[in-house]
């Protein structure tokens, strides 16, 4: 399935001798990355003769894409630098990516403009907000059949996913517990009445896992073997290391039994206890289920086709330099307009009194670019 993937990611990419795309929509940061690191293995190879060694790292996807590059290289030494030369720019849909993004431009390798739709309000207030609400129980349900209700969930991470997930299993009748670094988030969890605790103090008594953080290494083999048998262990927020999937694959004498598809138990030998691992570890609701709903991702890919028709019509104008971008607020507040009628909405007018009162326009903007929602 990797295999197809990062075989897929690349022929996308791939529009025939000097060809290539004029400007990118990702999701995840693939494509962008599977560019920037074409272009560094160039550079390396035209200096040095040297290619790259898949076998020169433990992460499975990069393996890959390296092994992409690799073959690439061999037939055309300067494919990257010939689609680095044509893009305009990418949007990028999501956190992880958007985190990409900013390492790049932090370390002066950014290769082209890049626009953060995820930064967007109409996109990471809804998506992964309401988004998740909606597709963590379906996931979990298709996946497993359990009674979420009584159940103990535990949400790592209380970020925008984080909240749409604790909001959905609270909702189901779960009892909720997250864990969090950060104090705003553990207090913003705990003014909704949830308790914030770390995973070593409830990783035993929990019945159901969902990692959030968009980090790595948030669940590990030894909080797994020290899980009750048959919880569940899911992930919602990033690839497949905030599960560390590597280490339980590798651990001695683990058994594997697929229940259906993207439904594994792995059982410990020492215990014989197992823990319940949806979508081998990758993003539950599209492993399991078929995402968020088609109108909160309009939302999003609202603000994915402004961001791409704002990168191509400044094209020229020299406007979007080789750093990260977020559209601006009368765009977002455009966004949500939109989407409005279809839900049977009416918008109040302020008269212009009232809008001078206030100091804004009758027609817009009606927040300070600092105002969080």
């Known amino acids: 399935m990797e295999e197809e993937y990062w075989w897929c990611t690349e022929c996308a990419l791939d529009w025939g001798p000097n060809g290539g795309p004029d400007l990118i929509v990702d999701d995840g940061g693939d494509a962008t990355l599977l560019i920037h690191e074409g272009v560094k293995a160039e550079e390396e190879y035209e200096?040095?003769?040297?290619?790259?060694?898949?076998?020169?790292?433990?992460?499975?996807?990069?393996?890959?894409?390296?092994g992409l590059i690799r073959d690439s290289l061999k037939a055309d030494s300067k494919r990257y630098h010939k689609m680095k030369e044509r893009l305009v720019g990418v949007s990028e849909e999501t956190t992880t990516g958007v985190k990409r993004l900013y390492q790049m431009q932090a370390n002066g390798t950014l290769l082209f403009p890049a626009i953060s739709v995820n930064d967007s309000v109409t996109k990471s207030k809804f998506d992964n907000l309401y988004g998740c609400r909606h597709s963590l129980p379906d996931g979990l349900m298709r996946a497993t059949d359990?009674?979420?209700?009584?159940?103990?969930?535990?949400?790592?991470?209380?970020?925008?996913?984080?909240?749409?997930?604790?909001?959905?299993?609270?909702?189901?009748?779960?009892r909720v517990i997250v864990t969090e670094i950060d104090p705003i988030c553990a207090?913003?969890?705990?003014?909704?009445?949830i308790p914030v605790l770390t995973l070593e103090?409830?990783?035993?008594?929990?019945?159901?896992?969902?990692?959030?953080?968009?980090?790595?290494?948030?669940i590990m083999v030894h909080h797994m073997k020290s899980m009750k048998n048959?919880?569940?262990?899911?992930?919602?927020?990033?690839?497949?290391?905030?599960?560390?999937?590597?280490e339980l694959e590798m651990y001695p004498g683990i058994k594997r039994t697929t229940m259906k598809p993207q439904t594994d138990r792995w059982v410990f030998p020492e215990t014989q206890r197992g823990v319940i691992v949806l979508a081998e570890g990758r993003i539950l609701n599209l492993g399991c289920a078929t995402g968020h709903p088609s109108f909160v991702m309009s939302?999003?890919?609202?603000?994915?086709?402004?961001?791409?028709?704002?990168?191509?019509?400044?094209?020229?104008?020299?406007?979007?330099?080789?750093?990260?971008?977020?559209?601006?607020?009368?765009?977002?507040?455009?966004?949500?307009?939109?989407?409005?009628?279809?839900?049977?909405?009416?918008?109040?007018k302020l008269s212009p009194e009232q809008a001078a009162y206030i100091?804004?326009?009758?027609?817009?903007?009606y927040k300070p670019a600092q105002y969080r929602y």
């Open 230 to 246: 048959n919880a569940i262990v899911c992930n919602i927020g990033h690839f497949d290391n905030e599960i560390n999937m590597l």
């Open 201 to 218: 103090d409830v990783v035993s008594e929990a019945d159901i896992f969902v990692t959030t953080t968009g980090n790595k290494d948030i």
């Open 146 to 174: 359990v009674m979420i209700a009584g159940k103990v969930a535990v949400i790592c991470g209380y970020g925008n996913v984080g909240k749409g997930c604790a909001a959905a299993m609270k909702s189901a009748g779960a």
């Open 187 to 193: 207090l913003q969890a705990l003014m909704e009445g």
């Open 299 to 348: 939302c999003s890919f609202t603000n994915q086709v402004i961001a791409q028709l704002e990168l191509w019509n400044e094209r020229a104008t020299g406007k979007y330099e080789k750093k990260v971008y977020v559209l601006p607020k009368h765009l977002d507040e455009k966004v949500a307009a939109l989407h409005l009628k279809k839900l049977g909405a009416k918008l109040t």
């Open 359 to 365: 100091s804004v326009p009758v027609e817009g903007l």
């Open 47 to 66: 200096r040095s003769g040297k290619i790259p060694d898949p076998n020169s790292t433990n992460n499975a996807e990069f393996k890959l894409a390296l």
